[in-house]
């Protein structure tokens, strides 16, 4: 008969944390302690291994706040229970029970869940969700990811006439250095948003040394002039754009739309959803429209990203 229990991450664990992760369904990157632990001191671990009959068998990424909010992962987009095999649906209801038991330990009075969104799943795998619904759980954020299908790339005509215009200005695909384009990003966000990267450049740096197979900067330039570029996540089944930004003289010339166009005539998003981001602000109540419009524009279609809180 299977036994489940949840054991408390320490550092001293990582190599076996990191074996799980590389493991997991589904992957991603992210949950490798070198990347959840770059900015630890903003956001106190309080991950859990989960075990069977003594043998670890997956793993909760979280983090406990200063008010005693439990988040899984609050330095993360997403986070969610992660198993190295197929779990049965009744198997998250008992993990689920496990979990709050041991939250209410440390003093933990409330939950915020955050489930991978479906498209970084290889099959249906949502019981987590059914678990938080017996929990009263209640949708607490909401925000709009723009994600377009690989097998079904058409773009708007506006768009496709900008890559064309690219083309002909002798726009080249290539890769920047980070430090030319984060001034590029920079000063995109700032000017346009009011924003500025989530991640400094000695972050995302370090990140990028971490994680040269699924961390990568692509460009668009002319002349040797950075136009436009995008740091790309990947992992397995997404291409996620965690920063797009484009110069004026880019905007311009349609190296935004050049640049998007190539992930899909190169080898780069080959089969795999390619996640143009989010464009919500405060929980996901306000909507960019014009930001979501561009990003239908590429062919783009809505993917909720959900995040959910339930008392302890």
């Not at 987009?77 to 998250?92: A, H, K, R, S």
């Not at 000017?191 to 699924?214: C, G, I, K, Q, Y």
């Not at 460009?219 to 136009?227: Q, S, Y």
């Amino acid at each position: 008969m299977k036994k489940f229990s949840l054991r408390r991450y320490t550092a001293e664990a990582q190599a076996l944390w990191d074996s799980h992760a590389a493991h997991s369904r589904p992957f991603h990157f992210m949950f490798f302690r070198n990347y959840m632990d770059y900015h630890s001191g903003r956001f106190p671990d309080c991950s859990f291994f989960i075990e069977k009959n003594g043998n670890v068998v997956g793993l909760i990424p979280g983090t406990l706040s200063s008010e005693f909010v439990w988040s899984s992962h609050a330095g993360l987009t997403f986070g969610g229970i992660l198993f190295d095999e197929n779990e049965e649906t009744l198997v998250y209801l008992e993990i689920f029970d496990l979990l709050d038991a041991e939250l209410r330990k440390f003093g933990a009075k409330k939950v915020l869940y955050k489930p991978l969104p479906w498209i970084y799943h290889t099959e249906p795998s949502e019981a987590s969700l059914y678990a938080l619904f017996r929990r009263h759980a209640v949708l607490k954020a909401r925000q709009v990811a723009s994600v377009i299908d690989p097998k079904n790339y058409t773009c708007s005509e506006n768009r496709r006439r900008k890559w064309k215009q690219a083309l002909k200005e002798g726009v080249r695909f290539y890769t920047p250095g980070v430090k030319s384009f984060w001034k590029i990003l920079s000063e995109c966000l700032a000017t346009r948003h009011e924003a500025r990267p989530v991640h400094s450049l000695e972050e995302m740096n370090l990140l990028a040394s971490r994680f040269p197979d699924h961390i990568r900067l692509c460009g668009a330039e002319k002349d040797g002039e950075l136009l436009a570029g995008a740091v790309l996540y990947e992992t397995p089944r997404v291409i996620h754009a965690q920063y797009l930004a484009t110069t004026e003289k880019g905007r311009e010339l349609g190296a935004l739309d050049f640049l998007i166009g190539n992930l899909f005539t190169s080898d780069i998003c080959p089969e795999k959803w390619l996640d143009l981001g989010t464009s919500c602000e405060q929980n996901g109540t306000i909507l960019n429209e014009g930001l979501v419009r561009q990003k239908d524009g590429f062919g783009a279609h809505a993917v909720m990203f959900d995040q959910y809180e339930y008392e302890l």
